[in-house]
Protein backbone atom coordinates (compact mmCIF):
# COMPACT_ATOMS: atom_id res chain seq x y z
CA UNK A 1 0.00 0.00 0.00
CA UNK A 2 1.18 3.98 -0.47
CA UNK A 3 1.24 5.91 2.16
CA UNK A 4 1.49 9.66 2.04
CA UNK A 5 2.19 12.62 4.15
CA UNK A 6 1.21 16.13 3.06
CA UNK A 7 2.50 19.08 5.32
CA UNK A 8 3.01 23.17 4.98
CA UNK A 9 4.33 25.00 7.92
CA UNK A 10 1.36 27.25 8.32
CA UNK A 11 -2.64 27.77 8.25
CA UNK A 12 -2.15 30.05 5.04
CA UNK A 13 -0.65 27.34 3.04
CA UNK A 14 -3.83 25.57 1.63
CA UNK A 15 -2.92 25.40 -1.49
CA UNK A 16 0.28 24.04 -1.40
CA UNK A 17 -1.03 21.50 0.99
CA UNK A 18 -4.01 20.84 -1.55
CA UNK A 19 -0.88 20.26 -4.46
CA UNK A 20 0.82 18.14 -2.41
CA UNK A 21 -2.16 16.23 -1.52
CA UNK A 22 -3.18 15.99 -5.33
CA UNK A 23 0.50 14.63 -6.41
CA UNK A 24 0.29 11.89 -3.67
CA UNK A 25 -3.36 10.63 -4.60
CA UNK A 26 -1.57 11.06 -8.44
CA UNK A 27 1.13 8.62 -7.55
CA UNK A 28 -1.41 5.98 -6.05
CA UNK A 29 -1.42 6.82 -2.72
CA UNK A 30 -4.45 5.40 -1.06
CA UNK A 31 -4.34 7.03 2.33
CA UNK A 32 -3.18 10.26 2.68
CA UNK A 33 -2.29 11.87 6.26
CA UNK A 34 -1.85 15.75 6.23
CA UNK A 35 -1.24 18.18 8.09
CA UNK A 36 -0.20 22.37 8.63
CA UNK A 37 2.20 22.67 11.05
CA UNK A 38 5.81 24.15 11.03
CA UNK A 39 8.35 21.06 11.00
CA UNK A 40 9.59 22.31 14.34
CA UNK A 41 6.47 21.61 16.29
CA UNK A 42 4.94 18.15 17.44
CA UNK A 43 3.65 16.41 13.57
CA UNK A 44 0.88 14.51 15.07
CA UNK A 45 -0.36 13.28 11.59
CA UNK A 46 3.28 12.13 10.85
CA UNK A 47 3.44 10.09 14.10
CA UNK A 48 0.07 9.02 12.92
CA UNK A 49 1.12 7.89 9.29
CA UNK A 50 4.49 6.36 10.75
CA UNK A 51 2.08 4.03 12.87
CA UNK A 52 -0.32 3.68 10.49
CA UNK A 53 1.97 2.00 7.84
CA UNK A 54 2.49 -2.11 7.96
CA UNK A 55 5.40 -4.01 6.32
CA UNK A 56 5.64 -3.97 2.72
CA UNK A 57 4.00 -0.21 2.38
CA UNK A 58 5.39 2.53 0.62
CA UNK A 59 5.50 5.80 2.85
CA UNK A 60 5.31 8.72 0.20
CA UNK A 61 5.95 12.53 0.54
CA UNK A 62 6.64 15.21 -2.42
CA UNK A 63 9.42 16.52 -0.91
CA UNK A 64 12.39 15.54 1.54
CA UNK A 65 11.38 18.92 3.42
CA UNK A 66 8.07 18.16 4.12
CA UNK A 67 9.40 14.85 6.05
CA UNK A 68 12.28 15.68 8.15
CA UNK A 69 14.21 19.18 9.84
CA UNK A 70 17.49 17.65 9.99
CA UNK A 71 19.71 14.89 8.51
CA UNK A 72 19.42 12.87 12.14
CA UNK A 73 15.42 13.86 12.19
CA UNK A 74 15.61 12.15 8.42
CA UNK A 75 17.28 9.13 9.32
CA UNK A 76 15.52 8.77 12.86
CA UNK A 77 12.18 8.35 10.41
CA UNK A 78 14.04 6.33 7.65
CA UNK A 79 15.17 3.98 10.40
CA UNK A 80 11.68 3.55 11.86
CA UNK A 81 10.36 2.76 8.69
CA UNK A 82 13.52 0.40 7.76
CA UNK A 83 12.54 -1.39 11.05
CA UNK A 84 8.82 -2.16 9.89
CA UNK A 85 10.16 -3.22 6.48
CA UNK A 86 8.48 -0.16 5.04
CA UNK A 87 10.50 1.90 2.08
CA UNK A 88 10.59 5.90 1.44
CA UNK A 89 9.43 6.91 -1.73
CA UNK A 90 10.32 11.02 -2.40
CA UNK A 91 8.45 12.09 -5.42
CA UNK A 92 10.03 15.77 -6.54
CA UNK A 93 13.87 14.86 -6.83
CA UNK A 94 15.26 17.87 -8.85
CA UNK A 95 13.61 16.44 -11.96
CA UNK A 96 15.56 12.89 -11.41
CA UNK A 97 13.29 10.12 -11.26
CA UNK A 98 11.59 9.54 -7.71
CA UNK A 99 14.01 8.67 -4.76
CA UNK A 100 12.81 5.00 -3.23
CA UNK A 101 14.66 3.79 -0.14
CA UNK A 102 13.95 0.08 -1.69
CA UNK A 103 16.52 0.21 -3.61
CA UNK A 104 20.62 0.35 -2.48
CA UNK A 105 21.05 3.65 -5.16
CA UNK A 106 17.74 4.95 -3.43
CA UNK A 107 19.11 4.61 0.18
CA UNK A 108 22.57 6.32 -1.55
CA UNK A 109 20.81 9.11 -2.88
CA UNK A 110 18.71 9.67 0.41
CA UNK A 111 22.11 9.96 2.71
CA UNK A 112 23.44 12.61 0.31
CA UNK A 113 20.08 14.81 -0.18
CA UNK A 114 20.20 15.05 3.31
CA UNK A 115 23.36 16.07 4.12
CA UNK A 116 22.93 18.52 1.03
CA UNK A 117 19.79 19.93 2.49
CA UNK A 118 20.77 20.25 6.42
CA UNK A 119 23.87 22.41 5.27
CA UNK A 120 21.50 24.59 2.96
CA UNK A 121 19.37 25.05 6.18
CA UNK A 122 22.34 25.63 8.40
CA UNK A 123 23.87 28.11 5.67
CA UNK A 124 20.19 29.90 5.98
CA UNK A 125 19.92 30.04 9.76
CA UNK A 126 23.16 31.69 10.00
CA UNK A 127 22.48 34.16 7.38
CA UNK A 128 19.78 35.17 9.23
CA UNK A 129 21.52 35.63 12.47
CA UNK A 130 23.89 37.47 10.74
CA UNK A 131 21.31 39.62 8.99
CA UNK A 132 19.49 40.28 12.67
CA UNK A 133 22.61 40.82 14.92
CA UNK A 134 23.58 43.97 12.18
CA UNK A 135 19.78 44.95 12.10
CA UNK A 136 20.16 44.90 15.86
CA UNK A 137 23.69 46.75 15.97
CA UNK A 138 22.03 49.48 13.45
CA UNK A 139 19.47 49.80 15.66
CA UNK A 140 16.42 48.28 13.10
CA UNK A 141 15.44 45.07 15.07
CA UNK A 142 13.76 44.82 18.43
CA UNK A 143 12.43 41.26 18.40
CA UNK A 144 8.67 40.76 19.15
CA UNK A 145 7.13 41.70 22.46
CA UNK A 146 6.87 38.40 24.26
CA UNK A 147 3.30 37.42 24.61
CA UNK A 148 3.33 37.73 28.38
CA UNK A 149 3.94 41.31 28.36
CA UNK A 150 0.71 41.75 25.58
CA UNK A 151 -1.16 40.31 28.08
CA UNK A 152 0.19 41.90 31.31
CA UNK A 153 -2.87 43.84 31.48
CA UNK A 154 -5.59 41.11 31.52
CA UNK A 155 -3.35 38.70 33.57
CA UNK A 156 -3.57 42.23 36.28
CA UNK A 157 -7.02 42.26 35.60
CA UNK A 158 -7.93 38.88 36.06
CA UNK A 159 -5.71 38.91 39.39
CA UNK A 160 -7.58 42.26 40.67
CA UNK A 161 -10.72 40.37 40.46
CA UNK A 162 -9.61 37.41 42.47
CA UNK A 163 -8.41 34.93 40.00
CA UNK A 164 -5.62 32.78 41.27
CA UNK A 165 -2.59 32.87 39.21
CA UNK A 166 -2.88 28.88 38.46
CA UNK A 167 -6.37 29.75 37.02
CA UNK A 168 -5.41 32.92 35.39
CA UNK A 169 -2.34 30.50 33.52
CA UNK A 170 -4.79 28.01 32.71
CA UNK A 171 -7.58 30.28 31.15
CA UNK A 172 -4.58 32.24 29.19
CA UNK A 173 -3.01 29.19 27.78
CA UNK A 174 0.30 31.14 29.93
CA UNK A 175 3.08 28.94 32.09
CA UNK A 176 2.19 29.87 35.86
CA UNK A 177 5.83 30.94 36.19
CA UNK A 178 5.06 33.75 33.68
CA UNK A 179 2.04 35.16 35.40
CA UNK A 180 4.11 35.27 38.73
CA UNK A 181 6.29 37.58 37.15
CA UNK A 182 3.97 39.87 35.23
CA UNK A 183 2.51 40.08 38.83
CA UNK A 184 5.34 41.04 40.54
CA UNK A 185 6.79 43.59 37.83
CA UNK A 186 3.33 44.97 38.48
CA UNK A 187 3.68 45.30 42.29
CA UNK A 188 6.99 46.31 41.90
CA UNK A 189 5.82 49.39 39.96
Do not use: H, W
Amino acid sequence: MLVGYARTSSVGQVAGLEAQERELLASGCEKVFREQVSSVARRDQLDAALVYVREGDSFCVTKLDRLARSVSDLLNIVAGLEAKKVSLRVLSMSGSQPLDTGTATGRLMLAVIGAVGQAERESMLERQREGISKAQREGKYKGRTPTVRRRATEIIRLKEAGVTPTEIATRLGIGRASIYRVLANQSGN
